[in-house]
């Protein structure tokens, strides 16, 4: 049991880290850009809003830790706690999808969508395409980003759904405790998206 | 063996949770406490300028955050060291295709006739236009490629897919 | 050799006739297409690599028809856009829906678990997802095919990729899907690894074979997400335009060569560390010695998959890539030659003074030694800086490639079904027609590669359709090569389907290896061994005669 309970978390911790790369690889093209074009990624991240962008921090952060408590209460068979802050958790990423989802509306209706949506700025401006580029990242991080909270909480439904049955006790908690791995790598992205789009630019 | 290693850890670790039960739960609530107040110091730094150091400021603050999520929340303190390896490779292995390219663009030289500086030394703002000028008015290819022997081997561009025609990237590069 | 397992039952059943094997254990196609028995998905991987192997291979032979002439009209057969999309498919089959898969997914998915002493590998269930993963991705890459093909060259550059015509993205996605199915595959060996050694199986207890799809597993969990991530970057290039990677709109394309490199450099050591993998089984068990500096070749291979990941801008000198940048990288890249030098040293050496036996994988694995040798040394050629202006995307390449990827890693995989063969289907083939199919193997390879070496040091450029008429008789030769090599791999193959009609009268133990997977019945059982196995004794230990061996049994 503890061995499969072992090799369980270590094959975890592999894929967490295809995911870090996934966007690590994002990060490095964000930064190499970045230094090709610092006044338009400057100018250019002055459209996002860094209150939002906080809110959905605080947000982030407190589920993770939820999270943590959930799969603590799991690891001492207590079924109720466990299922409440799964809840909590689970209301927490959709808070986060919520104001992601106004976040994008209100930018898609200013023409900040990169390539060739982007009509923000005229073409023939200088400043145009550092500020496309931009965008170009700063949509396919954090959209690759919400797609992982949405998949999150499919996971997390399902999990919820498994515990209300009684499935998990301090003997056998596995899949709340990968689970919550995700969830907290999924906020620790978070953690280096939230400075670099939204307060460095 | 391993395994025996590793399995006095998580019997300890969980141990603890059974007879404290009490004590997951205040050094959650600290290490959130600890993550809050961290965002506050990114958010309130960014309103102060400290020009090219904001970025490593920023960098540095979210790295003491991520490794206090994943020291306490993911439990790194008291899990298997391999674990830990994983997540710090991974940084490394980031770090290094950074450096690396880091280390090629930083370093280009325009090598076409009317240049030989370091394309980094040009100044940042006018790095990025210089570049679109140079695309849309094709400079040659820089002399050195033309040395090729054989017949027929015009196109030094790597691994061009088609035989010929096709856009090149910008020869500044 | 009751002297390597002790179990109380070890051997015991073996004499009275054979169990139920894992082939016979359940019945039905859907007893196959939910199987989380690891030998059945090595199965069906072996066979989906067979079969993908041949659509590969008219591809090339396609590709070989049409440079039989150097001067096409207008009327040729197959027109020059054809013919990019032959090169194109021919490369991208073979690399990701052959090469990656074919030693891990096949016979690593089928050996390592046996090899550990393991009942199964770590993540059984995951493992059966995988396969099907892969079975979506191969399906998205035929899709492509069928809907009109892809011309970009295997390597997706920009900006060709992001403005040609044609099903790039699904391609690029196809591409994407099968890299999570060899990413999965790779978790699962190193969590089987880990966890699932026998007792009394230490680190340096493991078979050659496992510390090499190790590593293998090691650079396919670190690398594939990166280019999985550059070729979604690519596809919404092409969707929206989003100019990451395009010049003109304030990206980088050389970014985008710097990205897939990252990855495909070590990627070509996902494809040449199995073939090793396997030629570090067969070479001691064909030589009936211990193997020769084991733990430097164990080494050899995490080193291998480190120093990979330092090197890959040596696929960019010419790109505009800076001159510091490249001088690096060319240094580095000759760091790497240093760990493979050292596995061909120790092979050889585990040779020197053996007790040969040129059984048929033996055969495969000594041409391995000739062409792999060939292929990295040419490598060397490309990795010094200045004599690669001349040979960059040259025949030159080409053939380099093929000798470390074809002669390496594909002859080792044919080396490996041949050694195999009688564990995974319980018969043995006619030995005089598979030892024809190998030395036909060679000798067209090098009729069909060194032509090449010599074109391409003359300046002949890859990926072209019409070349000068003092080429041709390389050319010629080189489609002659390619139709020896064909006869030789469609007589292996039939040899080996022909065995299958026989009873089924494989020895547990044809080769008297030394390795756990000989020490069960062939084929193995549902659950691989009746007890666990607990080993007491190094790999490749020939030190105890094999008769007392046999006594013991
Ligand atoms: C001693 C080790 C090796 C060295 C130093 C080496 C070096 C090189 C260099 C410098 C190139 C780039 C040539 C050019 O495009 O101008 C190259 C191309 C290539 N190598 Fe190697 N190589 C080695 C081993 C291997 C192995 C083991 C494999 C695969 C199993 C491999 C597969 C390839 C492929 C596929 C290409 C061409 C990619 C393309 O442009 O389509 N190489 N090699
Ligand atoms: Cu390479």
Redesign the interface.
Known sequence: MQQQFDASKLGMWLFLATEILLFGVLFVGFGLSQGRWPEEFKQAHHHLDRVLGAFNTVVLLFSSFTMVMAVNSASRSKRKATINYLIVTILCAIAFLVVKYFEYSHKIHEGLLPGQYFTYLASTDPMAKGNSVFFGFYFMMTGLHGFHIFAGVVVLCLLLKETIKGKYNAAYYTPVDLVGLYWHIVDLIWIYLFPLLYLIG | ???TH??SH?HQH?GE??HH?HD??KQ??A??GA??VL?MI??GA?YLDFGAA??VI??L??TV??SL??L???HLKD??P??AM??V???L??G???T??????????DESPTGKTPISAQG??S???E??ST?AAPKPRPG??D???????G?????????AG??Q????? | MADILTSPHAGADVHHGKEIDYIEAKKGIWSWMSTVDHKRLGLMYFWAVVANFIVGGIFALLVRITLLTGNHGDNYFINAETYNRFFTLHGIVMVFLVIIPSVPAALGNFVLPLMLGAKDVAFPRMNLASFWIYIVGWTMAITAICLGMVDTGWTFYTPYSSTTNGPVSLMALAAFTLGFSSIFTGINFIATVHKLRAPGMGWFDMPLFVWSIYSTSLIQVLATPVVGITLVLLTIERAWGIGVFDASKGGDPVLFQHFFWFYSHPAVYIMILPGMAIISEIIPTFSAKTMFGYKAVAYSSVAIALIGFLVWGHHMFPSGQSQLASLVFSFLTFLVAIPSGIKVFNWLATMWRGNIAMDTPMVWAVSFLLLFTIGGLTGIFLGSLSTDIHLHDTYFVVAHFHYVMMGGTITAFLGGVHYWWPKMFGRMYNEGPAKIAAYLYFIGFNVLFLSQFVMGSNGMPRRYYNYLPEFQPWHIASTVGSWIIAAGLFLALGNLLASLRKPKDAPDNPWKGTTLEWQTQSPPIEHNFHDQPVLHRAPYDYRTPVSVDREIH
């Open positions: 063996m391993q395994a590793h399995d998580h969980h949770h059974a039960p997951g739960f959650y609530l290490v959130l993550l809050l965002t990114t958010v960014s904001n970025i920023a960098v603050i979210a955050k991520a999520v994943a306490f929340f993911m899990d298997n391999v674990n994983i997540l490779s991974c940084f292995f980031l290094l295709l950074l690396f390219c880091l280390l090629d663009i930083d370093t280009r030289v940042p703002p790095l990025g236009r570049q679109t695309d050195w490629i040395t090729h022997g054989g017949g027929g081997h196109d030094g561009s790597s691994a061009a897919p088609a035989p096709q856009p990237h910008a020869p500044a590069h």
